[in-house]
Antibody, heavy 118, light 108 residues
């Protein structure tokens, strides 16, 4: 059974940093691209970042480019999102998602909540 | 960036009704479009990929069509368990993905 479990969320002050993790199991992690998608309270889905199976292709939404860094450790079956210079508008539930054929988000975690507030 | 305009933003329909949602891309994306369902408090679920392919296990009352810039998602006979918000997602570049704004479907 595919499982994606996010962690690392919490309350953080504006300008500070946070690192999210996503632990994957139930599939061959290094065969698949992975993505982060967020959802602000009461709002729609916003793609944040994605990384190919071998970290050779990486992309970011314009809203986070230069502040967030995606990475993965295939030996640990884990995906990460380093979030720096956090802003109030980064407040959201952050999901990690497995991507079949790099593009179809076929499995999602339950999300980890990030709240940026003073 | 490719923008996805989804409409309507919400709709109310009766059980058994045919429901149609549209998504328009700001440029040609061929058939690089997926549809997701999100129920309250839950993670999204992939329903349709490559514009018209039904994901395994998804009921056949769900369907998708379109290519280029204009896409349609249809529920042929609305069921109570279909109450959710539906999102389109383009992946012309798999690492520069964008979602539509969502359509909230309610029962009349």
């Amino acid at each position: 059974e595919v499982q994606l479990v996010e962690s690392g969320g919490g309350l953080v002050q504006p300008g500070r940093s946070l690192r999210l993790s996503c632990a994957a199991s139930g599939f061959t992690f290094d065969d698949y691209a992975m993505h982060w998608v967020r959802q602000a309270p009461g709002k729609g889905l916003e793609w944040v970042s994605g990384i190919s199976w071998n970290s050779g292709s990486i992309g970011y939404a314009d809203s986070v480019k230069g502040r967030f860094t995606i990475s993965r450790d295939n030996a640990k079956n884990s995906l990460y999102l380093q979030m720096n210079s956090l802003r109030a508008e980064d407040t959201a539930l952050y999901y990690c998602a497995k991507a079949r054929s790099s593009s179809y988000f076929d499995y999602w975690g339950q999300g980890t909540l990030v709240t940026v507030s003073s | 960036d490719i923008q996805m305009t989804q409409s309507p933003s919400s709709l109310s329909a009766s059980v058994g009704d045919r429901v149609t949602i549209t998504c328009q891309a700001s440029q040609d994306i061929s058939n690089y479009l997926n549809w997701y369902q999100q129920k309250p408090g839950k993670a999204p679920k992939l329903l349709i990929y490559d514009a018209s392919n039904l994901e395994t296990g998804v009921p056949s009352r769900f369907s998708g069509s379109g290519s280029g810039t204009d896409f349609t998602f249809t529920i042929s006979s609305l069921q109570p368990e279909d109450i959710a918000t539906y999102y389109c997602q383009q992946y012309d570049n798999p690492f520069r993905v964008t979602f539509g704004g969502g359509t909230k479907v309610e029962i009349k």
